[in-house]
């Protein structure tokens, strides 16, 4: 099959390797929600051999992760496996780190609300979460082509668009997780630096 692709991935892969290298240093295992087309994965564990990582989505979606993942060979980059947010038990028993790009506002309200209930469920003491996205603060947009790209994702699927950090947070606190970093990131994205609090 055609692999999958995504320039946006290729853009951000370095700058986001060049904060989670640090984030994850201690971790064995990174579960991965949404690996979309799993450019991330292959280059993530490529370059953080210390780390299994383990990419998760939708059913869907899996055949195109696996062929990334096949074609990278990595003894560290198992495949893909089913998960979505709104399943009460997801497919692990503990999760010690987490990371997630650009699935908050793709992702219904109410799938957000599943996932950051799913983290209350699996993650352990310690873990650290590591989202990915764009993010609106105080009710507005950080940029021109924020607004621009909600209303795109909005008028693809009104359940969707770019999520206000504070309601972010918010849920977040329900299950015990408060941001420790919120890191400005190239094409006015954010990466969000959640733990146990």
């Known amino acids: 099959m055609n692999k999958p692709y995504s320039q946006a991935c290729e853009n951000n892969k370095d700058p986001i390797l060049h904060k989670i290298k640090d984030i994850f240093l201690e971790s064995k295992t990174v579960w ?37 993942i096949e074609g990278a060979g990595l ?5 893909s496996l089913a998960l979505n947010v709104c399943d009460e038990q997801w497919p692990c028993q503990g999760i010690e780190a987490l990371f997630s790009a650009n699935t908050l506002h793709i992702m219904s309200w109410p799938e957000v609300e599943c996932f950051f ?71 006015n994205n954010r990466l969000l630096v959640l733990q146990r609090g």
Not at 37 to 56: E, K, R
Not at 75 to 79: I, K, V, Y
Not at 141 to 150: G, I, K, P, R, W
């Open 32 to 68: 991965e929600i949404g690996g979309g087309t799993g450019q991330h994965a292959c280059y993530f564990a490529q370059q953080l051999p210390h780390l299994q990582w383990q990419v998760t989505d939708r059913a869907e979606n899996l055949a195109g992760i696996n062929s990334w």
């Open 75 to 79: 003894e560290n980059l198992p495949q």
């Open 117 to 187: 209930a799913g983290l209350g469920r699996h993650l352990t003491q310690d873990a650290r979460v590591c989202i990915y996205g764009p993010f609106n603060y105080n009710g507005t947009y950080t940029s021109a082509s924020n607004e621009s790209f909600d209303q795109w994702l909005k008028s693809r699927d009104p359940q969707s668009g770019i999520r206000d950090f504070e309601a972010i947070e918010k849920l977040a606190k329900l299950v015990g997780l408060i941001v420790k970093d919120d890191f400005a990131m190239p094409a």
